[in-house]
């Protein structure tokens, strides 16, 4: 089975279908805690789409895939803390896979799923070293690219990127995509800047991703396909 195979897999798992895969880059976790997750994430579904509008926001999902396909981002790196989830009043909530998976957007998940069916890859890039994220998005196969330091150049998120482009090229097992085959979503304004300086792709969301900034990002590819 190859690897989008896998993730479309375990994405349906999260919807109700399927059984999750092992994940292809994780950290050392049992079993049992996967499986345990991703009951967790099926059973609360209603909790991962935004209310009364699924409709709406299927559509917004859609059309933002489709930009990208057309643009050939074939990588996708999302921050983490306020990008991926809404601000928590108990940080020990963020301490469980549980409390990371209910905490998240709920643009996020069928995001996710979106891009997986598209055969664009998702890697999350956070200087957040809170070691279980990763345990919470490894049975969707998400890695997680780690790294404190902000103001570093090793260390900072053009080192986020460039590793999450080599780990994807290794997933993919394809030479490593262009800058400009890659799309950063952040809420940091800095790092938006570093990332258009490399020439990647940028969104970038103010607070919590929402389906507006991926209306917003689909307007934008519209007008410059446009005015070409």
Same mark, same amino acid.
């Given at each position: 089975?190859? /690897? ?16 999750? !895969?092992?994940? /292809? ?9 996967? @499986?345990?997750? $991703? @009951? ?8 991962? $789409?935004?209310?009364?509008? $699924?409709?709406? *926001?299927?559509?917004? =999902?859609?059309?933002? #895939?489709?930009? *990208?396909?057309?643009?050939? /981002? ?13 601000? /928590? ?7 469980? @896979? ?7 957007? %709920?643009?996020?998940? !069928? ?8 055969? =664009?890859? =998702? =890697? ?6 809170? %070691? ?9 196969? #998400? %890695?997680?690219?780690?790294? $404190? ?60 991703? @929402? ?18």
């Amino acid at each position: 089975m190859n /690897v989008s195979v896998q993730k479309r897999n375990a994405l349906d798992d999260l919807f109700g279908f399927g059984k999750p !895969p092992c994940a /292809v880059v994780q950290p050392r976790q049992e079993s049992k805690r996967s @499986t345990l997750i $991703s @009951t967790f994430v099926a059973q609360n579904a209603d909790q991962h $789409s935004e209310p009364r509008r $699924s409709t709406d *926001l299927k559509a917004v =999902i859609e059309a933002f #895939v489709n930009m *990208l396909s057309q643009q050939d /981002v074939r990588l996708v790196c999302i921050d983490f803390d306020n990008t991926m989830i809404f601000s /928590v009043k108990d940080p020990k909530i963020l301490r469980t @896979t549980d409390g990371i998976l209910r905490s998240v957007s %709920p643009v996020l998940l !069928p995001l996710m799923r979106a891009l997986h069916e598209k055969g =664009i890859d =998702i =890697i999350v890039t956070t200087f957040n070293m809170n %070691p279980t994220i990763p345990l919470a998005f490894a049975p969707l196969g #998400v %890695p997680v690219v780690a790294r $404190s330091g902000l103001h570093s150049k090793k260390t900072g998120k053009l080192y986020h990127i460039r590793k999450a482009m080599k780990l994807n090229a290794k997933r993919a097992k394809r030479a490593k995509v262009k800058p400009w085959q890659v799309l950063l979503i952040d809420d940091y304004l800095p790092n938006i800047q570093a990332a258009e300086d490399l020439a990647v792709r940028t969104l970038h969301n103010p607070t919590t991703l @929402t389906a507006n900034d991926l209306a917003a990002y689909t307007a934008r590819g519209i007008a410059e396909h446009t005015a070409h």
